[in-house]
């Protein structure tokens, strides 16, 4: 058992998984001669807003004391990354509706088998740019599988959390990173 595995291991419930992760981020920092920046919601990783001491010992022996500084966790994700780079900016509810409807979004969200159709908005958008992009988490979004009739009995929904990248000029979505897809009944307030 390496170091790594034993540092992983003191901070984690799933040592395999979590170690296979952090080996792979200090391959893909070897190559780099810039600042890296890992999201992870998984607790185990930081120590306050920091990696653990015992992944940093590590990371310091592999990589040196000095680069190693140049390997970042942020622990709260997304959201935390485009408030540390980018500046809010707001978003009509017609344009955001229009890109959730795009069919890059439908294609990426869409599920093996029916039709899906998007219902509505939940929560709180926010959107960020970053030079000539936005970055938009437009809250949940609750798709209709089956039919596109509010009555349809044989309807069921989708709820589904995704990233946007969005050219600014046109407006227009450039990439979908899906971030959770669950199911919902349809008489089941969301």
């Known amino acids: 058992m390496g170091v790594a ?15 296979v992760v952090w080996l792979t981020l200090l391959d893909a920092f070897e190559a780099r001669d810039r600042m890296l920046w890992f999201l992870s919601g998984n607790r185990g990783f930081a120590e306050g807003s920091a990696f653990h001491p015992d992944l940093r010992a590590e990371a ?8 190693s500084l140049f390997l970042g966790l942020l622990k709260d994700g997304f959201l935390t990354l485009l408030k540390r780079w980018g500046t809010r900016v707001p978003l ?29 908005r939940l929560g709180l958008t926010r959107a960020y740019r970053i030079g000539d992009r936005l970055w938009v988490l437009p809250g949940r979004i609750r798709w209709r599988v089956g039919g596109e009739e ?12 995704v990233l946007l990248e969005v050219g600014v000029e046109p407006l227009v979505v450039r990439g ?13 307030e969301t």
Do not use: C, I, K, Y
């Not at 595995?5 to 170690?19: G, I, Q």
């Not at 344009?95 to 795009?102: E, Q």
């Open 5 to 19: 595995d034993v540092a992983v291991a003191r901070v984690a419930d799933r040592p395999v998984r979590d170690t």
């Open 60 to 67: 310091e022996l592999r990589l040196g004391a000095e680069r």
């Open 92 to 120: 009509g509810a017609h344009d955001l509706n229009r890109l959730m409807r795009s069919d890059p979004v439908v294609r990426q969200v869409r599920p093996n088998t029916g039709h899906l159709a998007f219902d509505s």
């Open 150 to 161: 509010p009555t349809s009995s044989n309807s069921s929904f989708l709820v589904t959390r």
């Open 176 to 188: 979908v990173t899906v971030l959770d897809v669950s199911a919902v009944e349809p008489n089941v």
